[in-house]
């Protein structure tokens, strides 16, 4: 396929909005053109995809969810994980392939919408918009654990005066200015803090697998692996697959990966594996230490004691610097990445056109990140992990299902625009087994979850009738 003119992504009969044309060269050449019509050198190969993919998702499999984990499921917790991975894999694929036909800014929400329609796109973009909300709610609300137990291991002494959701509040407000500042910023911060956080976990990992097994101290009594039934590997899998949130935000940098045929799909599996041995091995390392009773009754810092138990306080502390570092990744790509998302909706006319306003100073969608950070910091002052959890994944499983769904529908209909550089092979299986997975795995979980989960759809549904039913979305930007 060559460059050619294509149509702009949204029309629109209101008054002062006007449909326009931009050139668009194909996926596999080394430059990419953006909605101001300037080109950017494709400048990210394998190695930086992988990095964005692992450094979003690290985190909360590790530093948050350990205890919480082996207390639903006992040492079958790590099957939960790896039940976790195979979903996201299900799913990269079908990504991957939707990414290198549709290199745009806006993910699931743009192949969805694009595949699907404008009701579906809609309330999957309004949807992940609030689902990476309480993502991030989630995130920063960990971070405040993590910080009062480094106060507290530095000796500070702070009594009974509840700091976890201030903290997160006043860090989350911070990271909100420091993306608003220029999106560069944000950038630098996550890759140190992503090169730091890897570097104390293998060899955290690697000094607690060989102690589990023996090597050195003593090898670890035995445990019964599935204490609870099936049932609780299950939903366990529902609860930590927020772990997995963020290999789809590869997608969202694919007008920047150099070869995306072959980059994209291979960044997006990878990061996806790497992730699920870290956290299979972390809950075998975490049960291993102190057993799942024991490690339940540490809370969202089970973990921290985990490396008490090996190395003393010195691995206290430097696991406690890890999973500050790792929450900081996490909240930071989060926020940048709900930001993406009301941008991508707002310039489709779903939302205000408003919210897709550039500062121009910075550079940045001040707008989009003020309806990113602030609707976070309400959520973290309500502290629920759980809930904040499961909500964020139901919503990520949404789309998840419908961009598999709407790999089907490509393939269907054939678009004379639709070109992708990588092909999923048998893709009717691999989409099917991902879409139902996505959906099977809803049904696990607490109906709280569920309840708020559908309620943010059907108030996403009746927005888009109200406000934006007379929006047309024709091919690609």
């Not at 996926?27 to 990095?51: K, N, P």
């Not at 350990?66 to 039940?83: K, M």
């Not at 976990?201 to 690697?206: A, G």
Request: net charge negative; proline share 5%; aromatic share 10%.
């Amino acid at each position: 396929m060559t460059t050619s003119e294509r149509e702009s992504p949204a029309t629109s009969n209101r008054a002062g909005e006007s449909p326009q044309t931009v050139s668009v060269p194909d996926a596999g050449e080394e430059t990419t053109t953006t909605e101001a019509g300037s080109e950017l050198e494709r400048t990210i190969g394998l190695s930086g995809g992988v990095a964005i993919g692992v450094g979003t998702m690290i985190g909360a499999g590790i530093f948050v969810f350990p205890g919480l984990a082996a207390g639903r499921a006992g040492p079958a917790a790590a099957a939960s994980f790896g039940i976790g991975a195979v979903i996201a894999l299900l799913v990269a694929l079908p990504a991957s392939e939707l990414a290198t036909a549709m290199p745009k800014s806006g993910g699931g929400y743009y192949f969805i919408s694009r595949a699907l329609g404008a009701l579906p796109g809609a309330i999957v973009g309004i949807s992940i918009w609030l689902g990476l909300v309480f993502a991030t709610a989630f995130y920063l609300v960990g971070f405040g654990n993590y910080a009062a137990a480094v106060l507290a291991e530095a000796g500070v002494a702070v009594g009974d005066v509840p700091i976890v959701v201030p903290l997160g509040l006043l860090f989350g407000a911070f990271l909100t200015a420091l993306n608003l500042v220029g999106t560069e910023n944000a950038a630098t911060l996550q890759n140190y803090v992503v090169g730091l956080l890897l570097t104390i976990l293998v060899f955290f990992l690697s000094y607690g697998g060989l102690d589990a097994l023996g090597v050195f101290g003593r090898a670890s009594a035995p445990e019964t692996f599935a204490p609870f039934g099936p049932v609780p590997v299950f939903t366990t899998a529902a609860l930590v697959f927020t772990s997995y949130l963020g290999f789809a935000q590869v997608a969202t940098v694919a007008g920047d990966i150099k070869r995306p045929g072959r980059n994209l799909p291979l960044a997006m599996v990878a990061s996806v594996v790497i992730v699920g041995v870290l956290y299979v091995v972390t809950i075998f390392v975490a049960t291993s230490a102190f057993g799942s009773a024991a490690l339940s009754s540490f809370g969202e810092t089970a973990i921290v004691e985990v490396a008490r138990n090996f190395v003393g306080t010195a691995g206290a502390i430097a696991i406690l610097v890890a999973g500050l570092l790792a929450t900081i990744s996490s909240a930071n790509a989060s926020i940048l990445s709900t930001s993406r998302a009301v941008f991508a909706v707002s310039k489709d006319a779903i939302l205000p056109r408003s919210a897709a306003r550039m500062n121009l100073r910075y550079g940045t969608p001040h707008v989009a990140l003020a309806m990113a950070g602030g609707p976070v910091l309400v959520l973290v002052a309500f502290g629920e992990v759980e809930v904040l959890a499961e909500v964020a994944s139901f919503l990520h499983l949404v789309m998840y299902g419908l961009m598999c769904v709407s790999l089907i529908a490509m393939r269907r209909d054939e678009p004379e625009w639709y070109d992708p550089s990588f092909r999923v092979p048998a893709y009717p299986v691999v989409a099917g087994l991902g879409a139902v997975a996505s959906a099977g795995l809803i049904l696990f979980m607490q109906p709280t979850s569920q309840f708020i989960g559908v309620a943010i759809m059907i108030a996403s549904a009746g927005w888009y009738k109200y406000y934006a039913a007379d929006v047309e979305l024709r091919g690609v930007l």
